[in-house]
T-cell receptor, first 111, second 113 residues
């Protein structure tokens, strides 16, 4: 399974754009990149998933360069409620395949 | 997105007793579900893979006789912590895949006194 490396923590002010980069140098050809958000005492919540280039949904964007050895989760105009731990996971996304969690990035948003 | 539920959301038990945690996929069927454990300030650790109609697959270091997993139907997997001890106190989370996305339950907080 591909190992991921993310910053341990990040700070931001409300209203700013936050970019969290994840390094995954040994990503396999069929691996996808998935980001989850977790609040204390809750299960992880799916944010976004992609294979290459750029993916955008109503809450975030995911940028994946051509070599796919890294990815960047972009959160536009964060609010206090975006304070959480964000996990970058790399692996097969099909039924039957587990995802292994790294340490994640603890994002703190302040007024 | 798909919904995975867990019951109970929290449980407190005495040392030596057994506790059962249920994981249900509410709007989809899952032949495979996963069980994770999360200690305070740590990441999720995969414990086992629950397979409908067959034996579960446990990760290295996880005692299969202590953490009994039953996947009796395509929408239900149960994790039973047998003879629980204080060191088993943790946050247990299950997950299942629907349309190529893994969805997680809300978690169950187990406290063993």
């Amino acid at each position: 399974l591909a190992k991921t490396t993310q910053p341990i923590s990040m700070d931001s002010y409300e209203g700013q754009e936050v970019n969290i980069t994840c390094s995954h140098n040994n990503i396999a050809t069929n691996d996808y990149i998935t980001w989850y958000q977790q609040f204390p005492s809750q299960g992880p919540r799916f944010i976004i998933q992609g294979y290459k280039t750029k993916v955008t949904n109503e809450v975030a964007s995911l940028f994946i360069p051509a070599d796919r050895k890294s990815s960047t989760l972009s959160l536009p105009r964060v609010s206090l409620s975006d304070t959480a731990v964000y996990y970058c996971l790399v692996g097969l996304i099909y039924s039957g395949y587990a995802l292994n969690f790294g340490k994640g990035t603890s994002l703190l948003v302040t007024p | 997105g798909a919904v995975v539920s867990q019951h109970p959301s929290w449980v407190i038990c005495k040392s030596g007793t057994s506790v059962k945690i249920e994981c249900r996929s509410l709007d989809f069927q899952a032949t495979t579900m996963f069980w994770y454990r999360q200690f305070p300030k740590q990441s999720l650790m995969l414990m086992a893979t629950s397979n409908e109609g067959s034996k579960a697959t446990y990760e290295q270091g996880v005692e299969k006789d202590k953490f009994l997993i039953n996947h009796a139907s395509l929408t239900l997997s149960t994790l039973t912590v047998t003879s629980a001890h204080p060191e088993d106190s943790s946050f247990y989370i299950c997950s299942a895949t629907s349309t190529d996305t893994q969805y997680f339950g809300p978690g169950t907080r187990l406290t063993v006194l």
